[in-house]
């Protein structure tokens, strides 16, 4: 018996005031596009200006009567959310680590990231829809943010587990700024136990050729472009999550125009939501996945939801895509050498945190002996002022330097300390207590 079915889109709109280009004619494009009905819950990042989170949410009330913007940091966290159906709690939990407050061209920090959680009533069945955006990288070869992904990607795994309560269906939804490949994927999919939407290599999210904001530099150095926003999925204990389809839903550029919605894609999945009884005899949840692919190949993914530990290890399930199998009963032995690898950028940052710390005090030590002998120092006649104006400086240098060295420091070294310790709790049971985790 079919209970629901749901077309939950996320998208990056790209809306960085005085910086993100053809802002404004996007995000009204970005609003007709959702206004046309065909989507029941909306999730948007990097949604930055309250006009633009304001002109959404009256744009599409027609159709998305229901809304939430998640307040946090100094310029607010960016996730709006807009439903069909009746949102009836709402709860944010921003990350212990993200990013630095003093790398203003960067700005992560300032928006207070976190996961935003809407719970959302469809039909009777309570839908939670968690919407992030985790920190950016931007340099691949020296991605100092590394760890910080990665701690954000274990603690919203936590948060969705320990928020799962009587919900039918949790979907993620979000830019989570990783690749299937990159370690914070992994930590986030493996450790909450939900399946990713997408079960095709063929679709990219960001960088995309087609796209207009795509630059010459990432063409060449990505040439198919990157998947980076995701649907993630997890079925009750008493149902049957079905993805019924996965695709890119808004056109390549916007109608009549020679720009992009933006430099992210839209992603859409459609899912369906089934009693247990009514489509296996078995007493076990499943997730099923049906994906179209552009060139005409298709997948289908199949695996086993939150009854799983009750089936036994014969009835283990299978992943298919393009004729290719894996057994899901890999998934314990995934998720441990993905905490370990997490582990170990966890001490290799705690080392490095050291070794800042001791840098920062050094300078500062310098910094104030040179201060000391620009105080005794006469200033010569008509430099009286250039020399006022370079004892401020110096002192507002030595000021950073032992604010970093000591309270940012040990701020940044308590959130890492705090996700490596949790991930060692994990490590240590879940193998003796599986069925719980």
Known sequence: ????????????????????????PRIDAICKELASGKYDIVSLQEVWAQEDSERLQKGTEAVLPHSHYFHSGVIGAGLLVLSKYPILGTL??????????????????????????????????????????????YDN??????????????????FIEATRGNSALQILAGDLNAQPQDISYKVLLYTSKMLDSCASESFRTNECQHNSYTSKQARERNPQGIRIDHIFVRGGDHVNAEIAEYKL??????????????DHEAVLARLKLFKLAARTEEPVATIEVNCQVEEG????????????????????PEVQCNG?????????????????????????????????????YSAATFLFVLLVLLVEFTAPVGMRTIFLLLKF????????????ASIWNYMERNGVLQGKKSMEVMLHHAQKYEYFY
């Open 141 to 158: 070869a020296n991605d100092e943010y590394k760890t910080h992904r990665v701690i954000q990607a274990f603690d919203t795994a936590q």
């Open 249 to 262: 839903p808004f056109p390549e550029r916007v109608p009549g125009e020679k720009f992009s919605f933006s």
């Open 393 to 404: 400086i110096v002192f507002g240098v030595i000021l950073f330097c032992v604010f970093m």
């Open 324 to 360: 290719s199998s894996t057994s899901i009963q890999s998934m314990p032995a995934a998720r441990t050498a993905a905490l370990h690898e997490a582990l170990a950028l966890c001490d290799a940052s705690l080392l490095q945190l050291n070794t800042d710390r001791i840098l920062y």
């Open 297 to 316: 190949e298709s997948c289908a993914v199949r695996e086993l939801g939150a009854g799983d530990a009750q089936s036994g290890e014969d009835d283990q």
């Open 1 to 24: 018996m079919l209970l629901l079915e749901l077309n939950i889109l996320t998208l990056n709109i790209w809306g960085i005031p005085y910086v993100s280009s053809d802002r404004g």
């Open 92 to 137: 944010f939990h921003a990350w212990s680590v993200n990013g630095y407050f003093h790398r203003i061209q960067h700005a992560d920090w300032f928006g207070g990231k976190g996961v935003g959680l809407c719970r959302i009533l469809v039909g009777g069945q309570m839908v939670h829809l968690y919407n992030a955006h985790l920190h950016a990288e």
